[in-house]
């Protein structure tokens, strides 16, 4: 059984930057997603940053080109760099990971940003990130 444990998630400013780290355990998955999902309550969560096994990298358009995925040398480790941060990053971010069943760089990101699609299983308990003005 996969486990996904989230950490990093800590008080920030506006401007500022924060690294999330999610310790992976149990994954044997050789073609999959590894994505940053966050979610505000009483909002829907909402994909953040997927990875595939291909390394392949998306990102949601509210955080192109300050947020940065990464993955650690053994695979199982999935960083998110946050830079200039917004109060509307304020959420839970949750780390997920789920096999991955589409070939295209383009049906993967689509694939892989939906929560929809990452079984109860497939979810860290998450770690809040608070951005303050």
């Known amino acids: 059984q996969v486990q996904l444990v989230e950490s990093g998630g800590d008080p920030g400013q506006s401007g500022g930057s924060l690294r999330l780290s999610c310790a992976g355990s149990?994954?044997?998955?050789?073609?999959?997603?590894m994505s940053w999902f966050r979610q505000v309550p009483g909002q829907e969560r909402e994909g953040v940053a997927p990875?595939?096994?291909?390394?392949?990298?998306s990102y949601a358009d509210s955080v192109k080109g300050r947020f940065t995925i990464s993955q650690g040398n053994a695979k199982n480790t999935l960083y998110l760099q946050m830079n200039s941060l917004k109060p509307e990053d304020t959420a839970m971010y949750y780390c997920?990971?789920?096999?991955?069943?589409?070939?295209?760089?383009?049906?993967?990101?689509?694939?892989?940003?939906?929560?929809?699609?990452?079984?109860?299983?497939?979810w860290g308990k998450g770690t809040l990130v608070s951005v303050s003005s």
């Open positions: 997920a990971a789920v096999p991955l069943w589409v070939a295209s760089a383009t049906l993967s990101a689509i694939y892989c940003l939906r929560a929809g699609n990452y079984g109860e299983d497939d």
């Open positions: 149990g994954f044997t998955y050789s073609s999959y997603c």
């Open positions: 990875i595939d096994s291909a390394v392949r990298r």
